[in-house]
């Protein structure tokens, strides 16, 4: 198997609690990081690239996205911006583009995001399903989800479809539609909110999918507080997702959890809610992740750098934080021990900056500075 030494690294954030951050540092790797230290000591390799001075990190983990989907909502977008609520009954827009597509449009669209996602430095993507919200179209969204992304996540509990009755709509979610597609799927989401499920509702999808092997992620506490956290610590939740508005009761619970506090600042700042409570988090101890939560009604970017710039100028969170966030935080929000991190037998997921510092993700607002990513190797850009 080729390798490949990658030198003169300025700053290289290795997510290793031993390694911690190295400068004037290097790193060889195969599909697999096989080495990491100072330059002058590296090994040799099959190949050799110098960064010049850059920053060398790990490609962002990227654990809430919805991208499986058709149609846009620009119209509701522009009707937000000038002063209509946000509300989850757009999902319904959606739905009804997802279900008139094609596999073939799907797939298109699908492999688009992911690919501009990569060029900004992701290489680690979940996604849901969602947008189908019948048994059939939530097979065939996690079956085209599977084909191009690392995690797949079935949200059949995602809205109650215009028209049905919401407890029949929660029996096919924990009956036949999640005896379909459970085969596809290695996560459950529940949307436990206003407007969606309530937290019985949540519970009883949450606990079905328990009983099926899948692991469980809440979409919680977006549009006010409720249930959603307290559901997702209590049943051990591998995240609970958005986290807008917090209680203090919350706030411990998580800290005091294996539960992953998943933020989603770009579709805080599209709905034109409040950013969420990333400082009482961290200082209470909860674990924070940062993710994109790109779907095309209430976050419709694939920046994970452009999460990280909110985290650090409006959520008071620092460089390290967000970058620890999107990154080592994101793979435990996933429980994947092999990426988010530059530790020897981690994926070789590796991403180089055009700057000398991951303090340019802030300092340089909006500036696109991902120089080079390779995944698991594999050069991308």
């Known amino acids: 198997m080729t390798s490949t030494l990658v030198t003169n690294i300025g700053e290289l954030t290795t997510n290793d609690p031993e390694l911690g951050r190295l400068t004037d540092a290097a790193l060889v790797f195969t599909d697999r990081v096989e080495w990491v230290g100072p330059a002058s000591a590296a090994p040799a390799a099959d190949k050799r690239v110098d960064v010049a001075g850059r920053a060398v990190l790990p490609g962002w983990v990227d654990s809430h996205t919805h991208l499986v989907f058709a149609g846009d909502r620009t119209a509701e977008f522009e009707a937000r911006m ?4 946000y509300a989850a009954g757009g999902i319904a827009v959606t739905v009804d583009a997802t279900r008139s597509a094609s596999d073939q449009e799907l797939t298109a ?3 688009r995001l992911v690919a501009e996602a990569v060029a900004q430095g992701t290489t680690t993507v979940e996604t849901k399903t969602g947008y189908g919200l019948t048994v059939a179209d939530e097979v065939r969204s996690a079956r085209i989800a599977a084909a191009d992304v690392d995690e797949v996540t079935f949200l059949g509990a995602h809205l109650v479809p215009p028209g049905a009755d919401a407890d029949e709509y929660v029996a096919l979610v924990i009956g036949e539609m999640l005896d379909a597609v459970a085969p596809h799927v290695r996560w459950a989401d529940v949307f436990c909110e206003r407007g969606a499920f309530d937290a019985d509702q949540s ?12 692991g469980l992620r809440v979409h919680g506490n977006q549009l006010g507080e409720g249930p959603g956290v307290r559901l997702a610590v209590e049943l051990g939740a ?3 997702d958005h986290c807008t508005y917090l209680s203090a009761a919350d706030v411990d619970a998580l800290a005091h959890s294996s ?4 933020l989603l600042p770009a579709c805080d700042l599209s709905t034109r809610q409040s950013l969420p409570p990333a400082r009482e988090l961290l200082d209470a101890g909860a674990t924070v992740a940062l993710a994109g939560n790109c779907n095309p009604g209430s976050s419709y970017t694939t920046s994970m750098a452009y999460c990280i710039t909110t985290a650090v100028l409006q959520m008071r969170m620092t460089v390290e934080e967000a970058v620890t966030a999107a990154t080592l935080n994101g793979a435990k929000a996933l429980q994947r021990t092999d990426v988010g991190h530059l530790s020897p037998g981690a994926r070789a997921d590796v991403h ?4 000398p510092s991951t303090t340019h993700l802030a300092y340089r607002p909006g500036v696109p500075l991902t120089h080079a990513v390779w995944r698991a190797g594999l050069r991308q850009r």
């Open 109 to 111: 669209n699908l492999r």
């Open 82 to 85: 000038a002063g209509q609520a």
């Open 238 to 240: 591998a995240s609970v």
């Open 352 to 355: 180089v900056l055009d700057a």
């Open 259 to 262: 539960t992953v506090a998943t």
């Open 203 to 214: 519970r009883a999808v949450l606990e079905a999918a328990r009983a099926k092997g899948l």
